[in-house]
């Protein structure tokens, strides 16, 4: 079975800095990686995906992340937070069943 | 935003009751899924449905079970309510957008907070 580790709980990031959250996914197979962000009291929205071919992906609100199949990661990466990216976000790894499995989150603090 | 809604919103409850949360789209997915969010967890997934009266268990399914009757609805019942049961549940739904990829990309609805007391 799938399963994804995100290393960091926190991260503490001043505006504009970068910023880059780790995920490490366990999978045999050639997986389906996903990052999702999750503001206060909302739900979950759909930043960025990767299926195949580019391993450097595009997202949403100026997001990337970039799969790399040798250290088994998919970071998601921005250049300069604004204080709106203040939130939590969940990697996840789908495998042949349709079926997502999560990390147990990092949650993103935006100092002025 | 997909059109997702989930009901009741909040609710408290006491432990040995019955709960049915329900799940309605409007955007003629497939698949749909019930997960619960809880602090250091992330989001786990209770059961999920890939087509009317089809359903399966997922990794935390003991205490519930759901229905789905209509393309457009998922229920989730918690039989007998107890205090592990106190969340926020999720709803999800997938491939609606007849490839394969988009029966991946999940869309959640906006949540439930339940308070089992």
């Known amino acids: 079975a799938q399963s994804v580790t995100q290393p960091d709980i926190h991260i503490t990031v001043s505006e504009g800095a970068s910023l880059e959250l780790r995920c490490n996914y366990s999978?045999?197979?050639?997986?389906?990686l996903f990052w999702y962000v999750q503001s206060p009291g909302q739900g979950l929205q759909l930043l960025l995906k990767y299926f195949s071919g580019d391993t450097l992906v595009q997202g949403i609100k100026g997001f990337e992340a970039e799969f790399k199949r040798s250290q088994s990661s998919f970071n998601l990466r921005k250049p300069s937070v604004h204080w709106s990216d203040a939130a939590e976000y969940f990697c996840a790894v789908g495998a042949g069943d349709y079926k997502l499995s999560f990390g147990a989150g990092t949650t993103v603090t935006v100092r002025a | 935003d997909a059109g997702i809604t989930q009901s009741p919103r909040h609710k408290v409850t006491e432990t040995g009751t019955p709960v049915t949360l329900r799940c309605h789209q409007t955007e003629n997915h497939r698949y749909m899924y019930w997960y619960r969010q809880d602090p250091g967890h992330g989001l786990r997934l209770i059961h999920y449905s890939y087509g009317v009266k089809d359903t399966d268990k997922g990794e935390v399914s003991d205490g519930y079970s759901v229905s789905r009757s209509k393309t457009e609805d998922f229920l989730l019942t918690l039989e007998s309510a107890t205090s592990s049961q106190t969340s926020v549940y999720f709803c999800?739904?997938?491939?609606?957008?007849?490839?394969?990829?988009?029966?991946?990309?999940?869309?959640f609805g906006p949540g439930t907070r339940l308070t089992v007391t």
């Open positions: 999800a739904i997938s491939g609606g957008q007849g490839t394969w990829t988009g029966d991946y990309e999940q869309y």
């Open positions: 999978y045999g197979a050639t997986p389906y």
